[in-house]
């Protein structure tokens, strides 16, 4: 058992970059509480994750000093955690707040476990299972995570939160589970049931890629060299499933400001709501800009378009907008398009 514990967390370890510290926080409560023997192993697990991020993860680490420096900046980790996710479509922000009311509400029932167990005499299985529950919450003092350090706590809590919500609701004995739970159980149940399609699938326009997306991508990749630039218009792309570190990635939406001026360069948003359709281009062009003897692709797709509908930070219709500034410029071909995916090469205009 102990070599399978340590096997599963060495490959959690090399898996993911935020999992093996929960596993720190989460096997060292359980032993604070009393429900592991294996005092070593929060230790065991730390070191191993720091020795595969000064090792094997070395390049990555150098090229996101943003992972480790966000220690105590609580009120910028809660803002993007929370607070930038409350914006875009009127749909997209019923789906957010419905997520971020759910939660709440299982956590509310999980301290009712609490209390029941606690009531019931049965404080040792309370505190271990608070305890579990709560291990990970000082990962969100510590990174955002890209704005989903606090999705990313919720779900680590989530067995032990469901555990302790459903003794809020049956009780903490069968004999109290029978009857009186019946009620409430089955309206919880059903109201989550009801909720979870929208929780879960809220986003599915963007998240979900249609097959004729996936072959866009495939034949990209196979129309150009290794070593060219690729452009997406956002992050919602099949994407990077090879030539992860041979060819030049970037976005026209890449979460910084809009730019206005028609030279952006490397960072900001492009201004795909613009109305000059030739300075629309003139901002692509100079965002794909390669070095010499580089080819440079944009792909636009379905699940792109949906995503800047959802998301914003652009009106309805940016990748209609896009398409016909594109089609219209004399700096673009069209070298590969489906019904949901349209590839662009850059002929001319600017150089890296």
């Given at each position: 058992m102990l070599?399978?514990?340590?096997?599963?967390?060495?490959?959690?370890?090399?898996?993911?970059?935020?999992?093996?510290f929960a596993l720190v926080l989460g096997t060292g409560a359980a032993f604070l509480v009393g429900w592991s023997r294996l005092r070593a192993l929060p230790v065991v697990v730390l070191l191993g994750t720091l020795a595969w991020i000064g090792y094997?993860?070395?390049?990555?680490?150098?090229?996101?000093?943003?992972?480790?420096?966000?220690?105590?900046?609580?009120?910028?980790?809660f803002e993007q955690t929370v607070g930038q996710r409350l914006s875009g479509s009127p749909g997209h922000e019923l789906i957010v707040q419905l997520r971020l009311l759910a939660t709440p509400v299982l956590w509310a029932l999980a301290a009712v476990g609490v209390y029941r167990l606690v009531r019931s005499g049965r404080r040792d299985l309370a505190r271990g299972l608070a305890v579990l529950a709560l291990s990970t919450f000082p990962?969100?003092?510590a990174q955002s995570y890209g704005g989903e350090a606090l999705m990313r706590i919720a779900f680590f809590a989530l067995p032990f939160m469901a555990?302790?919500?459903?003794?809020?609701?049956?009780?903490p004995s069968p004999s109290t589970a029978r009857r009186g739970a019946l009620v409430p159980a089955l309206v919880v149940g059903l109201l989550l049931v009801m909720v979870f399609p929208f929780t879960r699938y809220g986003n599915e326009r963007m998240d979900f890629f249609m097959p004729d997306e996936v072959i866009g991508v495939q034949?990209?990749?196979?129309?150009t060299p290794p070593g060219s630039v690729i452009t997406s218009v956002t992050g919602a792309l099949p994407w990077r499933s090879i030539r992860y570190g041979d060819d030049d990635y970037r976005l026209l939406v890449d979460g910084n400001p809009v730019e206005a001026t028609p030279d952006i360069g490397r960072e900001g948003t492009v201004d795909i709501?613009?109305?000059?359709?030739?300075?629309?281009?003139?901002?692509?062009?100079?965002?794909?800009?390669?070095?010499p003897g580089q080819?440079?692709?944009?792909?636009?797709?379905?699940?792109?378009?949906?995503?800047?509908?959802?998301?914003?930070?652009?009106?309805?219709?940016s990748e209609d907008r896009l398409l016909a500034a594109l089609r219209a410029s004399p700096a673009f071909r069209t070298i590969y398009?489906?019904?949901?995916?349209?590839?662009?090469?850059?002929?001319?205009?600017?150089?890296a």
């Open positions: 070599a399978l514990v340590l096997l599963l967390s060495a490959v959690t370890i090399a898996g993911h970059q935020l999992t093996p094997a993860a070395a390049a990555y680490a150098a090229g996101h000093p943003e992972t480790f420096n966000q220690a105590g900046a609580l009120s910028a980790i990962l969100l003092a555990l302790l919500a459903a003794v809020g609701l049956a009780g034949e990209m990749y196979r129309l709501d613009i109305p000059d359709r030739a300075v629309l281009a003139a901002q692509v062009a100079s965002r794909m800009a390669p070095a080819r440079s692709v944009l792909l636009v797709s379905r699940a792109q378009g949906a995503e800047l509908d959802l998301m914003g930070p652009f009106p309805p219709g398009a489906n019904d949901n995916v349209t590839v662009f090469e850059l002929t001319g205009g600017a150089r």
